[in-house]
Each structure stands twice: as structure tokens, then as C-alpha cells.
């Protein structure tokens, strides 16, 4: 049964009640703390509410400290109507929905839409595709995935870029690169141009002859290699080229145990010794070929008594035949031997010999699902590590064909399955803080310059880590994805943020309601170079994203339209989404 009090002030329908915007935010994570310190700083008027079990994670910051700032703070175990009525939702503009299970949260948000039908409410769900289900049923609802925010901030600090560019939407992984690194079939938008000094942001598509090289565009990730998208300037930097040989050494290591693999490499010497000396003191002339002949009949047991040979060659003969007795069982040991290994490997999770260039993930939960898929998409190499087999992303990896360790990622054997001692990076975040700290600093002691991208839910105890231990990048992911759930409750449903040059370029979906400005105009009445640029739109019945549409496409109420823009630029696009008055 919920317990909360009665809140103290009436809601905006009150006429002798608070006018300020109410905003209500439910959670049991380290996010629902950074979301209303989020609302609490930000310059808007608002009346802040927020709802939490009585227990909660223990690494949640004591929420009390909000009330300072006129939080409203309730506690409840159970989102219902009850529940909302008491917080005074009714009435409210907009409720966040963002607590760690994705039925609770769908539950909370149909008993919300009974206490107030006209409610924006702002879901955090992991499963996008229940999302997208939730999000064309009830257009008011916006359906956020702060595994999906938080990844490609992972995925560019284990490349070792600047900027997080990185973002998946509609099924696809776009990142930011420059034009001459990518196929020209893959540029979605062009973000920003250099001209005389000036960089220009959002410009129309430039012609063929006047596309440059340097100029910064959005592009789709395909999962080519990496020699065809922006990992090959990584790649080319550390001075890693892969070589042929290379792989079939590692596949001959893989195939051998090292005991058998020490008696196949005797006899085959042997062999090779005898056979030399047979035709070095046969009396008859042989050619190269001949003597090749000779030498494997000999050891396969084809070789005839001869008793006129001298003495030295009649012991390399009788030598040589002994060994190609024990050559030929060796050779089918050794083939049988790989393919068992082959198959224990696959089956219990380890590596069929050692890998190179490649990036170990530890934690297969949301975000590391979300990390996985990108750097999947981006062509870059990934061993997965995770305690349970039946972790959320096991199977996305398996489906990929990306191997997963399954074991303590805070103990050094488990890490050294992994090649730790030659990957690129280490990427750390599962939901567990002392053991992504553990396996952190176990890899550090490894490899003292191994590049370490470490999740933990404290964003001051990330930046402190940080600085502490030398960890290249520590990230919290409440407080990467807080900013995009407020703007979300302020009616800025935003995907990504993309820095370009002194300017933040927000990536985010705009909605045509029926009897707005948009309502029946074409969609080329929502490009607006310098301001907005068109990357997809997905039509109100339609399940999938329509990628580069049609310019002249009549909009209509339902269709949701993605765009890269200012700040400004996708405020005036909301605003012009909105029922004409």
C-alpha cells in the first residue's frame, strides 16, 4: 500500500494556488536524483514533485537536500491512481517516469493518463521497440532510453575521440565524422561547413563539386570494417595493421595444445632430418621432386627393403619410416584435439586463442546492451564479459557473433581470457561499482597504459575516481541523460546532443499534432538550413523510420519527423506542432 503526504500548495487549475509549471518525477535510481537537480537549477518557474519507494538504491544522494530548493518529496511503493492523486497530479503539465523496470513504468503512465488525460508524461524504458508500441498508441507520450543516451558517451572515450558522436535511433547507429572518411551513400545531413574561417551550421546539402572533405556531416554506421568509416583514423594511429598470417598463426595456436603441438613439430623435424639424409646418401640421383617423393612414400610406410643401400641410408630409411608411423595419428590427434577445443571454447564462453586490436566489454545490462550494438555497428572488435548467462545482452552478442565470457570481471583470470594485455580498451558498465572499480584497476595493473572507460551511478565519485586513479574516462549515466529527460518534460523530446565548434546541435523528434501549422504542410517547410535539417520522418501508422524522404511529402497529424537543429531552431519547431488556438 503507498503512504504519502498531501502536498503543500494547490496545482496551476487552483486560481488561488500556485501558478508555477508542476512537474512530477518518479524514480528508484541514481537518475531520479540528478533529474530533479536538473529541474531544481534550471530558470524555469517550476513546482517539482518527486515520488520514490521507501527503499532505494543505497548510492542514491539523500534527495532530502532538494527540499532546500522547494522539492516536494513523496514516497510510494506503488505507482497508482491513488498514488497520483495524492502527489496532485492533477493538473500537472508533465510526469517523468523514470524508475529501473520498464512494466512498472508503463503501468504508472496508463494510471497517470486516468488522474490527468491532458498530461505529457516522459517514460524511461530499455525495450525501444515496446517504446515505439507506447509511443504511437499515446502521442502525449514520450518514450526515452537512457541506455541509448548514455552509450555513445562509452563508445567514444573507448575510441578515444573528443565528443560523444555517436547515437542509435529508428534501428540505426549515426555518428559525426568528416565527409572524406565516409561513402557518400552513408552522409544523412551535413552539420556543419567551413568557409574564410567562419564555420556555418546546418547548410543547405552542398552540390557534388562543392562537397569538401573536412566538412563535419552525420552519417549511418553499417558495421563495415574500419577501414570504411571513422575507427580506420584510430586504427591508423595506434599503427595496428592486421596481417595474414597473423590469423593463421592465432588459428594454429588455437587449434593445438602445446604438449601435442610439441610432438607434432619433433616428428615433423625428424622426418624432414631422415628424409635428408636418405637422399643425401642413396647412391641414386634424385631430383627435387623425386626426392620429396621418396621421402613421403618412405614415411607413410610404402618403402620397400633394400638390402644394397649402404648403412647410412638404410638408418635414415628405417628412421624415417618410424616417424611417419607416429606423423600420421599425431596429425589426426591434432586435427580432432582443435575441433573439440573448438567446440568447449564456444560452448563455455572462452576465447579460441588470442585476440588482438579488439575492445573487452564488462557488463552486458542496458547500457552495456546499448555500447555493444554500436561498436558492433561501428565494424570495431568486441569480447563481452558478464557473470550471468543470462544477462540482457547475451543474446544480442551471440545473435552478432561477439564472444561473451561469462564470469567475475573483478578477477584477474577472467580479464586475461579476454586478451586483456592486447585490446585497445577497456569499457566497464555493469551496475555493480565496487566490481567495475576492481576490474579496472586489475587491468590497470596488467597494462599500465591501457585505455579505461569506467561507469559508476555517483557522478561526484566518477570525477574523483577519475583524477584519483588515472582512469582515462569515468562516466555517470544519470548524469549524462538527466539533461534530455528535463528538456523531454519541457516538450523537447531530444535524442542526442552533438557539440560543433561553439555550437550544440540538438538531434530530436518533432511530433505534428492535428490542426498545427504543420498539419498538411510539406515537409519541406520543416528544413530550414541554419536552423533545422530534415534526417527522417516516420508517418503516424508506420512502424519504421523513412530515411532522406522526400522533400515534397505532405505532412499529417501523427507522422514524427527527426531533425537535427539549434536550440532555437527545434523551439520553433515544437511550437509550430501545436494546435492553432
Known amino acids: 500500500m503507498s503512504a504519502v503526504t498531501r502536498p503543500d500548495a494547490g496545482h496551476p487549475r487552483d486560481p488561488g494556488g500556485d501558478t508555477r509549471l508542476h512537474l512530477v518525477v518518479c524514480g528508484a535510481d541514481a537518475l531520479v536524483w540528478t533529474l530533479a537537480e536538473e529541474l531544481a537549477n534550471s530558470r524555469h518557474r517550476i513546482r517539482l514533485t518527486v515520488i520514490t519507494p521507501h527503499r532505494i538504491r543505497p548510492d542514491v544522494p539523500d ?7 522547494g522539492v516536494a518529496l513523496r514516497q510510494a511503493d506503488r505507482l497508482d491512481e491513488r498514488t497520483f492523486r495524492d502527489a496532485g497530479l492533477a493538473g500537472a503539465a508533465a510526469l517523468a517516469l523514470v524508475m529501473p523496470d520498464d512494466m512498472v513504468n508503463l503501468h504508472a503512465a496508463l494510471c497517470a493518463r486516468e488522474v490527468e488525460e491532458k ?10 521497440g515496446l517504446g515505439g508500441s507506447v509511443s504511437r498508441i499515446f502521442p502525449d507520450y514520450v518514450v526515452l532510453s537512457d541506455a541509448e543516451m548514455a552509450a555513445p558517451a562509452f563508445v567514444a572515450a573507448a575510441l578515444g575521440e573528443v565528443a560523444p558522436t555517436h547515437f542509435r535511433h529508428g534501428g540505426r547507429t549515426l555518428y559525426v565524422a568528416h565527409r572524406g572518411d565516409v561513402p557518400g551513400r552513408s552522409v544523412m545531413a551535413t552539420l556543419a561547413t567551413g568557409t574564410a574561417g567562419e564555420v556555418a551550421v546546418l547548410p543547405a546539402e552542398p552540390e557534388a563539386p562543392a562537397a569538401r572533405p573536412d566538412d563535419l556531416v552525420l552519417a549511418e554506421a553499417a558495421g563495415r570494417p574500419p577501414g570504411e568509416d571513422v575507427t580506420r583514423r584510430l586504427l591508423a594511429r595506434a599503427g595496428r595493421r592486421r596481417h595474414p598470417l597473423t590469423a593463421v598463426g592465432r588459428a594454429l595456436r588455437a587449434a593445438l595444445n ?3 603441438g610439441v610432438a607434432v613439430l619433433i ?17 641414386t640421383d634424385h631430383d627435387l621432386w623425386e626426392s620429396i617423393y621418396v621421402t613421403l612414400m618412405t614415411a607413410v610406410g610404402a618403402s620397400d627393403v633394400e638390402e644394397q643401400r649402404n648403412a647410412v641410408a638404410q638408418a635414415a630409411q628405417l628412421v624415417l619410416t618410424v616417424a611417419g608411423l607416429a606423423l600420421l595419428p599425431l596429425i589426426t590427434a591434432a586435427v580432432v584435439d582443435g575441433m573439440v577445443n573448438a567446440r568447449l571454447a564456444l560452448s563455455q564462453g572462452r576465447l579460441a586463442g588470442q585476440l588482438r586490436e579488439h575492445i573487452v566489454l564488462v557488463g552486458l545490462g542496458n547500457v552495456g546492451t546499448q555500447v555493444l550494438r ?4 561501428l565494424g570495431v572488435r568486441v569480447v563481452a564479459i558478464d557473470r550471468h548467462a543470462e544477462a540482457r545482452g547475451v543474446k544480442s552478442a551471440q545473435r552478432r557473433g561477439i564472444p561473451v565470457i561469462v564470469g567475475d570481471a573483478s578477477r584477474e583470470e577472467t580479464l586475461r581470457a579476454a586478451s586483456i594485455d592486447t585490446c585497445r580498451a577497456l569499457v566497464v558498465v555493469s551496475t555493480n561499482d565496487p566490481v567495475n572499480l576492481q576490474a579496472a584497476l586489475y587491468a590497470r595493473a596488467i597494462r599500465e597504459d591501457l585505455r579505461v572507460v569506467l561507469r559508476l551511478f555517483d557522478d561526484d565519485f566518477a570525477r574523483r575516481i577519475e583524477s584519483a586513479f588515472q582512469i582515462n574516462t569515468s562516466r555517470s549515466v544519470s548524469r549524462l541523460c538527466a539533461p534530455v529527460f528535463a528538456a523531454a518534460l519541457l516538450e523537447r523530446n531530444v535524442h542526442a546532443s552533438i557539440p560543433v565548434d561553439r555550437h550544440a546541435l540538438l538531434v530530436g523528434t518533432v511530433t505534428v499534432r492535428e490542426g498545427s501549422d504543420l498539419d498538411g504542410a510539406p515537409l519541406s517547410a520543416v528544413d530550414h538550413p541554419g536552423e533545422a535539417r530534415v534526417i527522417a520522418m516516420s508517418a503516424a501508422a508506420q512502424e519504421w523510420m523513412d530515411w532522406r524522404p522526400d522533400p515534397r511529402r505532405v505532412l499529417a497529424a501523427g507522422d514524427r519527423i527527426l531533425v537535427a537543429a539549434r536550440q532555437r531552431g527545434l523551439r520553433a519547431l515544437v511550437e509550430r506542432s501545436k494546435p492553432v488556438l
Do not use: I, S, Y
Not at 498530461?119 to 525495450?127: P, Q, T
Not at 554500436?374 to 555497428?377: E, K, P, V
Open 119 to 128: 498530461l505529457r508524461v516522459v517514460v524511461r524504458m530499455f525495450n525501444t
Open 267 to 283: 616428428t615433423l623435424v625428424t622426418t624432414v632430418l631422415a628424409g635428408a639424409v636418405l637422399n643425401a646418401w642413396d647412391e
Open 374 to 377: 554500436r561498436l558492433h555497428d
Open 258 to 260: 602445446r604438449k601435442l
Open 63 to 69: 534527495l532530502k537536500v532538494l527540499e532546500d530548493r
